[in-house]
């Protein structure tokens, strides 16, 4: 994880640093390249929906309270809404941990080594710059496939990466160091990030060649590694399959199993409220005012004999059951 972000955003928070006279010795440029960090990063990436439920129960338990009672007048339905949002934040951090932990340890020890697991042609569907070589008998004949992988057992790309491995680019920040390096590397070139580039192979967006403000190209950022193999366009693609294989990996124990969360929650919570916390909600709303049970309305008939009779509608007779024309 924090190679990934090395090779975007890390850079330019490094340049910042440096701009305030920092150097080396600045402090976010040392707190941005800590291994403190990184493994920080790395378990967060590795463990998307447990940091994810801690983060949201910490707003559950703590920011949505104190909201509550800060903006509700009625001080028993801040409680109500304060415990309701403590019993979802807990729910939601508790089952986690009970089943979407161990449906997650499962998948990942099938995505850690899915050649091991799943044929060569379901691993090409998912990672689809994976290399793949064909398995030759003791008699020459070809008898299938398998996923090409190194000396460690990584899986690799067709290009002899190693797959699902950020593209980190080499950088060197120190001008002295820079100048030392090109010096001894003609083929390569400094950008003024900091950011190690061929010479010889461009960097392209969509096909076309990128530019700089010079209308020079631009070339391909090159690899943190011993070759220095450059980042082409296609690459950069494949990388962000792959994480995003990656991803939903990871996520594929929280999508399966949020509908039964979902569930649970609404069950429990009515439960949780009354007996654990004692609370209920506030009933202060005013109780609406009895409409009559019979309409005022007169119902008004002309008759021969110049009288009017008024009735209710509903049948009850008026205590003017009738009266004659110019007075009672």
Not at 8 to 22: D, L, V, Y
Not at 23 to 48: C, H, I, M, Q, Y
Not at 280 to 304: E, F, G, H, M, Y
Request: with cysteine; charged share 25%.
């Amino acid at each position: 994880m924090i190679n990934r972000i090395m090779g975007s955003g890390i850079p330019k928070a490094m340049k910042i640093g440096a701009g305030n006279g920092g150097g080396n010795g600045d402090r976010l440029t040392k707190f941005l390249r800590s291994k403190t960090l990184g493994k920080v990063l790395d378990t967060a990436e590795a463990n998307p929906v447990i940091c994810q439920s801690g983060f949201a129960l910490a707003l559950c338990c703590v920011a949505r309270p104190a909201t509550n009672f800060l903006v509700t007048e009625d001080k028993q339905d801040a409680a109500y809404a304060s415990c309701h949002s403590i019993s979802s934040g807990g729910i939601g951090f508790i089952w986690p941990l009970l089943f979407a932990t161990p449906l997650a340890a499962g998948v990942k020890k099938v995505a850690a080594n899915p050649q091991k697991y799943l044929k060569p042609e379901v691993v090409k569907k998912f990672y689809p710059n994976v290399a793949l070589e064909d398995i030759i008998s003791k008699d020459g004949k070809k008898i299938g496939k398998k996923v090409k992988t190194n000396v460690k057992g990584e899986m690799l790309r067709e290009d002899g990466t190693v797959l699902c491995k950020s593209l980190e680019p080499k950088m060197i920040y120190n001008k002295e160091e820079r100048a030392a390096f090109e010096a001894k590397n003609a083929g390569f070139y400094v950008d003024k990030n900091g950011v190690v580039r061929s010479k010889t192979v461009f960097n392209t967006e969509g096909g076309k060649f990128k530019l700089d403000e010079n209308g020079n190209k631009i070339g391909c950022a090159v690899q943190n590694n011993k070759e220095m193999t450059p980042i082409t366009e296609e690459m950069e693609i494949g990388a962000r399959k792959e994480k995003n294989v990656t991803n939903f990996i990871n996520m594929s124990s929280d999508i399966l199993l949020a509908p039964p969360r979902a569930a649970l929650t609404i069950a429990l919570i009515p439960s949780i409220l009354k007996n654990v916390f004692g609370v209920q909600k506030s009933n202060n709303a005013a109780a609406p005012a009895s409409n009559p049970t019979a309409s005022s309305r007169l119902d008004i008939t002309s008759k021969s004999n110049n009288t009017v009779k008024v009735t209710k509608s509903a049948g009850t007779a008026s205590p003017f059951s009738s009266f004659k024309k110019g007075g009672v």
